[in-house]
């Protein structure tokens, strides 16, 4: 059933999504939709009136409660970002943040047409994954800006790393838990910025024995956080 997510609660659909409903899909008033808002989603009935689109609720579903998890994404190539921004949505991530690291190749520039961008592809991922939200995107111009306390764990994907795997590390997760998952850059993660980490009380945790490209390495840990809260 397709999904559709509204910025603020109504009872319309406008924009990409009405013509989406109109023109992709064809529907026809009484059709049935699932509208997400403020990380509600309901069952709700199509009502079209000339070339608007209205809904009526009928049910609320329930929702799956699941640990917050952040990722802290070491700024990577265009377009690495927009294959983080994409399959991190897929695989549960809550918030998205990107960060320039010592061997980020990219730099930040022209960050509104990227965030547009990024949320449109996080907004289809989101449908397609039939989640309740859709995850905040962000750009930091550095890690000192990241609240790190905001977070009771940090885990550090550190190829360095051989014995420290994630279910010794996580062993338990959690509902409440408020997670910050760090992947580094082409390149990986510098020995002063590993320091930096340790500061932040960070555990530095192994992915396996293959090294993983940076756009993809995050779905491993999220895959297990997922699956520990399944």
Not at 88 to 99: D, E, M, R, Y
Not at 113 to 122: F, G, Q, S
Not at 168 to 174: E, G, H, L, N, R
Not at 190 to 218: C, H
């Amino acid at each position: 059933m397709q999904r559709y997510f509204l910025k603020t609660k109504s009872n319309e659909i406008t924009g990409p999504d009405a013509h989406h409903i109109t023109k992709v899909m064809r529907m026809s008033s009484h059709d049935q939709i699932i509208v997400c808002y403020e990380k509600r989603c309901f069952l709700s009935e199509v009502l079209l009136e000339d070339s608007r689109v209205f809904f009526k609720e009928i049910k609320e579903l329930e929702s799956v409660k699941s640990p917050y998890v952040a990722l802290i994404q070491g700024l990577p190539k265009h377009p690495k970002s927009e294959t983080v921004c994409k399959y991190a949505t897929l695989f549960g991530a809550s918030k998205i943040t990107f960060v320039p690291m010592q061997r980020s190749i990219a730099k930040l520039d022209n960050e509104n047409n990227k965030l547009k961008r990024m949320h449109l592809i996080a907004k289809e991922a989101a449908e397609l994954a039939h989640r309740f939200d859709i995850p905040d995107i962000t750009f930091e111009s550095a890690l000192k800006h990241i609240d790190w306390k905001q977070f009771n764990i940090v885990l550090l994907a550190d190829e360095n790393e051989k014995t420290l795997t994630l279910p010794i590390a996580c062993p338990s997760i959690k509902e409440d838990d408020r997670i910050a998952l760090i992947i580094g850059p082409e390149g990986g993660i510098t020995d002063q910025e590993r320091a930096y980490f340790e500061q932040q009380g960070a555990k530095m945790v192994s992915l396996g024995k293959n090294i993983l490209p940076t756009e993809l390495a995050a779905l491993y840990a999220l895959s297990y956080v997922s699956l520990k809260n399944f």
